[in-house]
Structure formats: C-alpha cells, structure tokens
C-alpha cells in the first residue's frame, strides 16, 4: 500500500531556494513513508524513519533560521515560534513512541504533512518574498 492510496499526497509547492525545496522535498518523503509504515504496523521502520524525520526537521528549520537572521527577516521571531511548536508536537509522539511502542496514525501522518504545506505555502513563502527583496537590494540572489 502505498501513501497516495492512504490519503497522503503532496501538495508542496517549490517556494524558489532550492536548499529549502530540497529539504521540503525529503520531509515530505518521509512523511509519506511513515504512513505507510504506520498501516503496516512496522514499530522498527516507524521508529526509524520518525526519528530521521525529527532530525531532519531540526536540521531544517536551522537553516530557515540562518537564512532569515542573514536577511533581517522581521517575522523570524513568529517563524521560529512555529518551529518550536512542531518540534513539540514531535518531542510528545516521539515520548509516546518510546514509553508505548503505540505507531501514530495516519490521520496524525496526515496532519504533519498538511501543517507542512501550509508552513510551506505561508511563513516560508512570506520568508522567501522578505528575502527577494532584501537580497535584491545589495544585489545579490537567494
């Protein structure tokens, strides 16, 4: 079974710096893969593949930090607090996954995926657009 047939789709949206596309990009993937390991009841690849993402998302969004504090990005403080949410959020599944053995369901895959596209589709795009202009400015591209 694959995640399309679960109801998990990518709607990701390329928002123009590809280090962030890319990171997107295998977010996304993983999430895709995690629901699949959810259905099939797979506690070890579960495990394995929600830890890469939780490491993959710190990585991340250090990065989007950089990025916007480089750029004076004045929506960094707002940006980093919904970092910070998420990586919550994670921190709990991953404390549940560990005490409980219990997977997340598909439904919960489902919304980390969306809050993705919509971090994506919003903050990271406002990011993008302050970045544009900023660099653009001193004459140098994103």
């Given at each position: 079974?694959?995640?399309?047939?679960?109801?998990?789709?990518?709607?990701?949206?390329?928002?123009?710096?590809?280090?962030?596309?890319?990171d997107?990009?295998?977010?996304?993937?993983?999430?895709?893969?995690?629901?699949?390991?959810?259905?099939?009841?797979?506690?070890?690849?579960?495990?394995?593949?929600?830890?890469?993402m939780?490491?993959?998302?710190?990585?991340?969004?250090?990065r989007?930090?950089?990025?916007?504090?480089?750029?004076?990005?004045?929506?960094?403080?707002?940006?980093?607090?919904?970092?910070?949410?998420?990586?919550?959020?994670?921190?709990?599944?991953?404390?549940?996954?560990m005490?409980?053995?219990?997977?997340?369901?598909?439904?919960?895959?489902?919304?980390?995926g969306?809050?993705?596209?919509?971090?994506?589709?919003?903050?990271?795009?406002?990011m993008?657009?302050h970045?544009?202009?900023?660099?653009?400015?001193?004459?140098?591209?994103v």
């Open positions: 079974m694959g995640a399309l047939e679960l109801g998990i789709e990518s709607n990701l949206i390329p928002i123009g710096i590809s280090e962030v596309d890319r997107h990009h295998e977010l996304d993937r993983l999430i895709s893969k995690l629901s699949v390991a959810s259905v099939e009841e797979n506690h070890d690849d579960f495990t394995k593949l929600f830890n890469d939780v490491e993959h998302s710190r990585e991340h969004f250090a989007e930090e950089i990025l916007m504090r480089k750029g004076r990005c004045p929506s960094l403080e707002l940006h980093s607090q919904e970092h910070a949410a998420i990586l919550d959020t994670l921190a709990r599944h991953a404390h549940s996954l005490l409980k053995r219990q997977l997340l369901r598909v439904e919960q895959i489902r919304a980390l969306s809050w993705l596209n919509r971090h994506a589709d919003t903050a990271d795009k406002h993008v657009d970045l544009n202009r900023h660099y653009a400015l001193s004459g140098i591209s």
